[in-house]
């Protein structure tokens, strides 16, 4: 039972912006959603992470809609490093013991 | 920033033997470990957690005998896939969390597991 929905591939121009949606429509209220990635053969990369707010860093920004329901992460620069599959998943806030579960992400392929 | 070291990066190994990878916290004292297994062009699949101190808790479908898993200490977790066999080969990945921030997953770089 997937908590995320992802589009499976995106493809984006080296230079634009990248905005990858998730659609978490039972996402409960303590629960953040959380954005990692991850190049070939390599393991996941922390990206960003949030409850309610938009939140921004170096790498990125999340925007949560208002309902909770979506986000979308936007990378707004793309470059071809940036070319890897991007996993949105939901984390129960309070953590514990429970290990990451990934769904299928998106593979993003950044175009030069 | 915390990181996790895992080795080796890739491993070649007869079918019987046994392969032992290693996960290090380098910056962090981790409470949870975390092991991956990952066939190609598909997603991580959680194989066990385990806490340091105790037994790992594997999930559904993992053999416990044949993937052995070591927690000894707070920076250290071991997996040692037993008596390997061709459709052990995988990608391997640990996660180590630490007592505390709610990004506390951090990721080794894999290991590349071939048997042959």
């Known amino acids: 039972d997937a908590k995320t929905t992802q589009p499976p591939s995106m493809d984006c121009a080296e230079g634009r912006a990248a905005n990858l949606p998730c659609n978490h429509s039972?996402?409960?209220?303590?629960?953040?959603v959380y954005w990692y990635r991850q190049i070939h053969s390599q393991g996941p990369q922390y990206i960003i992470h949030?409850?309610?707010n938009n939140e921004t860093n170096e790498m990125a920004s999340l925007i949560i809609t208002e309902d909770r329901k979506s986000s979308t992460l936007i990378l707004p620069h793309a470059t071809l490093r940036d070319t890897a599959v991007y996993y949105c998943?939901?984390?129960?806030?309070?953590?514990?013991?429970?290990?990451?579960?990934f769904g299928k992400g998106t593979h993003l392929i950044i175009q030069p | 920033g915390a990181v996790v070291s895992q080795h080796p990066s890739w491993v070649i190994c007869k079918s019987g033997t046994s392969v032992k990878i290693e996960c290090r916290s380098l910056?962090?004292?981790?409470?949870?470990m975390f092991w991956y297994r990952q066939f190609p062009k598909q997603s991580l699949m959680l194989m066990a957690t385990s806490n340091e101190g105790s037994k790992a808790t594997y999930e559904q479908g993992v053999e416990k005998d044949k993937f052995l898993i070591n927690h000894a200490s707070l920076t250290l977790s071991t997996l040692t896939v037993t008596s390997a066999h061709p459709e052990d080969s995988s990608f391997y990945i640990c996660?180590?969390?630490?007592?505390?921030?709610?990004?506390?997953?951090?990721f080794g770089s894999g290991t590349r597991l071939t048997v042959v």
């Open positions: 996660s180590a969390r630490g007592s505390g921030g709610l990004y506390g997953y951090t």
């Open positions: 910056d962090f004292q981790a409470t949870t």
């Open positions: 039972t996402i409960s209220g303590n629960e953040y």
């Open positions: 949030g409850l309610k």
């Open positions: 998943i939901v984390l129960y806030s309070g953590g514990g013991a429970d290990g990451l579960t």
